[in-house]
């Protein structure tokens, strides 16, 4: 590992949680140079939805390589594009009759974020934009402004203005609906609210420690946003692409977003950014958002491979499946250790495991490593272990995983001095 320290700035950042040397993977595992075998519940981040490796892929890029197809193209005509376009719209526009222009935006999520706040100041002509407490939309300069998280902002020191963040759904608890408390600021020409060009939302916030948005509080965003001639962006980056079990996140609420941007998993391990837009606000002049890398031709092969998960609805029941399998378990594990006050929350294949108590999430995680897990923390104090295994894992790897966590929250509750399991509390 030393390599690591003497070259690569101090940024980096899991391989500190994860100090080893990772070679190979496929499906839902992976293996570091010493062939030791972790399970991974951290999914890349959410960009391995569709599994490490997944063979469908691996092929079509393996053929397309051989036979020299174009690797870049700017936002030139390519064949892999052409295939992707139809694909995506036959796949997952056509059937649920929605209606997008698809824009290539630079090859990470927070380049399509940047895209979709850009194009919404510019048709609406605002410059306020309406965010969310504990949102997290990216760290490049705009997408970093419509993010809560003080750990990410406050180096920065740029201007963070043209921004005004309300609170999420349940921020204060279940009682209070925070979408009244929205509505009222934009009703009164008093409150210092700016009119927004948009508001922009993530239906489960991942990062921000897995909050879920109920549906009854995402169909009244969208009014108010109809009401005040605002527009709704929806980032899909972390929990689209099936991971609440539905293609988007949105689908059960029935919502209907202006602009949704998608990455992650949407190029299926390769990067891919992409923002859908309704066919009305497409008021970009030609070339008046460009980037060298729009669009990666590799990534659109190994999309359109992985599209036909979408062809029936074996996915979406899958999910829906190990989904209480995972539910069940962290019941069981919050029941047997009630000392630690765990609370879960979740939708599909992402779940949160929220034990209050400083570091204790970051020592799961670390003991989990241990023994053969891989697991990630969210939240702005790391309280959360974020459960977002392969959507396509097999039913016993997810109960092993599932296993190895109830193991290492014993470890650690016996490792905290003064805490004997079930009789002190573990401050
Ligand atoms: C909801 C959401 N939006 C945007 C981003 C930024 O994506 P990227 O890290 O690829 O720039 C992330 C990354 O975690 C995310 O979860």
């Not at 376009?85 to 997952?92: D, G, H, Q, V």
């Not at 939302?201 to 549906?215: H, I, R, Y």
Request: glycine share 8%; charged share 25%; net charge negative.
């Amino acid at each position: 590992m030393r390599i690591f320290d003497q070259l690569e700035s101090q940024v980096r950042s899991y391989v500190r949680h994860f100090p080893t040397v990772f070679n190979k993977a496929k499906g839902s595992y992976i293996y570091d140079e010493q062939d030791k075998e972790y399970i991974d519940f951290f999914a890349g981040a959410g960009t391995l939805n569709y599994g490490h490796n997944n063979p469908r892929v691996s092929d079509a890029l393996v053929e397309y390589i051989k036979n020299d197809g174009i690797i870049h193209g700017l936002d030139k005509a390519t064949s892999a594009k052409k295939r992707f376009l139809e694909t995506f719209y036959s796949t997952i526009l056509e059937p649920r009759y929605m209606e997008y222009k698809m824009q290539f935006s630079g090859p990470t999520g927070t380049n399509a974020v940047e895209t979709a706040l850009k194009l919404a100041r510019m048709v609406k002509g605002r410059s306020n934009v309406i965010s969310f407490t504990n949102a997290f939309h990216g760290l490049t300069m705009g997408s970093m402004a419509v993010t809560g998280n003080a750990f990410y902002r406050d180096e920065a020191f740029i201007n963070r203005s043209n921004v005004t963040f309300m609170p999420y759904d349940g921020y204060f608890g279940d009682e209070v609906d925070t979408s009244v408390y929205l509505r009222k600021f934009l009703e009164d020409k008093s409150s210092g609210v700016d009119l927004p060009a948009a508001i922009i939302l993530e239906t489960v916030q991942a990062e921000g420690g897995v909050n879920v948005a109920s549906d009854p509080w995402l169909k009244e965003i969208e009014q108010i946003c109809r009401d005040f001639d605002i527009l709704l962006i929806v980032d899909d980056i972390q929990v689209g692409n099936g991971r609440t079990g539905t293609f988007f996140s949105f689908e059960s609420s029935g919502i209907n977003p202006d602009i949704i941007t998608l990455s992650k998993s949407i190029g299926g391990g390769l990067p891919l950014s992409l923002v859908l837009i309704k066919p009305e606000l497409d008021q970009w002049r030609p070339g008046e958002h460009t980037g060298t890398f729009r669009g990666n031709n590799l990534a659109f092969i190994a999309s359109t491979e992985l599209l036909a998960y979408w062809e029936n609805e074996n996915l979406t029941e899958a999910v829906k499946y190990k989904e209480k399998i995972l539910r069940e378990g962290l019941e069981e594990i919050a029941q047997k250790y009630p000392t630690i006050e765990a609370q879960i929350r979740g939708n599909g294949l992402i779940y949160g495991f929220n034990i209050p108590f400083q570091g204790f999430c970051s020592d799961v995680s670390s003991a989990a490593f241990e023994r053969g897990l891989i697991i990630e923390l969210a939240g702005a104090k790391d309280d959360v272990l974020k459960f977002l295994p392969p959507l396509v894992i097999e039913e016993e790897l997810l109960k092993q995983g599932i296993a190895i966590i109830d193991d290492a929250i014993g470890v650690v509750l016996d490792q905290r001095t003064g805490m004997i399991k079930g009789e002190v509390a573990c401050l």
